[in-house]
């Protein structure tokens, strides 16, 4: 396994990173990265003048107007515009990401104002959006294949929950373990799945609450994942995730984060994950990320700091 963090392609993060311990890192983009033509050079530039390896591309999570970009979009022109830019996120990781399988991450749809929909509703649309994502992932897999093979496209499980403008919504993906089963089932070459354990502790927090009645713990859903798997996000959580100071969470030196923090890297070293960790935390400050450094420093002092690169 090899522990990396988690930038921009900006210098003064770049370099903050490099300070506070990793060398490799997942890169971070929004809407706006590929507005301009240049960053893929810019960044590549950047990477090899501070000694340091992108390994993987986190895809845009919202477009110009704060909807998600996902795959299984059930409205046609936002699908077409989501697909655009996961192509392009595809090509930045083909040209800045110098190992052998690039990773590019993607959000599953399954996005909804719990409100709006009964029981009968959701599972209908449910239906139609795996059969959308199932066309998606095929139609990305030929696209990978055709232009630039060695990469990996990664489709990440949600948190259960989120709090946006007044209102909960809720997401299908996150809160099972149908992710990995769709990935199974399509049997696609570049596919694969990301495991983000914040997002998968939220819903193990939920079963806590003896709604599910289900009481999974994130050993399970590390186990249920382990095949499927080509990234993990590392980050803690409080409660359900549901609003950004609860989200991506650093483990401290507490007893209770170092044991879920021991829990997930034993678990993985039992499956036989040999692959990349994100550590996605929360910053306040993304020049100065003192909460990837309180985690860096969680992860030496329980044993594990063979892994962070």
Request: with cysteine; glycine share 6%; charged share 30%.
């Amino acid at each position: 396994m090899m522990i990396g963090g988690k930038s921009k392609l900006e210098f003064n993060q770049l370099m903050d990173r490099k300070q506070k311990g990793v060398d490799s890192i997942e890169v971070y983009t929004d809407i706006k990265t590929f507005m301009v033509p240049t960053n893929s050079n810019d960044g590549l530039k950047l990477l090899n003048e501070l000694d340091m390896t992108a390994y993987a591309v986190h895809a845009p999570m919202r477009n110009e107007e704060n909807w998600h970009i996902s795959v299984g979009n059930l409205t046609s022109n936002e699908r077409a515009r989501n697909l655009n830019i996961i192509k392009q996120s595809i090509e930045m990781a083909h040209h800045v990401c110098k190992v052998d399988n690039p990773i590019v991450i993607i959000h599953a749809g399954g996005h909804y104002e719990l409100e709006l929909y009964s029981k009968f509703d959701l599972i209908n649309r449910r239906t139609k959006e795996i059969d959308m994502l199932k066309k998606d992932l095929q139609y990305l897999n030929n696209y990978i294949i055709s232009k630039y093979p060695s990469v990996i496209l990664g489709i990440e499980n949600h948190c259960i929950f989120t709090y946006e403008n007044g209102k909960v919504y809720g997401f299908n993906y996150g809160k099972d373990f149908d992710l990995p089963e769709v990935i199974r089932s399509l049997k696609l070459s570049n596919i694969k799945a990301v495991l983000d354990i914040c997002h998968a502790q939220s819903v193990c927090n939920y079963d806590k609450l003896d709604v599910t009645k289900k009481n999974r713990k994130i050993e399970d859903f590390i186990r249920a994942y382990s095949d499927t798997l080509c990234l993990i996000h590392l980050a803690n959580v409080k409660d359900f995730g549901e609003i950004e100071e609860k989200h991506g969470t650093p483990f401290h030196e507490t007893p209770n984060d170092i044991d879920r923090l021991k829990k997930v890297i034993k678990t993985l070293e039992e499956t036989g994950y040999k692959g990349r960790i994100t550590l996605e935390i929360l910053e306040k400050d993304h020049t100065n990320a003192l909460n990837l450094k309180t985690t860096i420093n969680t992860i030496k002092n329980i044993g594990y700091e063979k892994y962070i690169y």
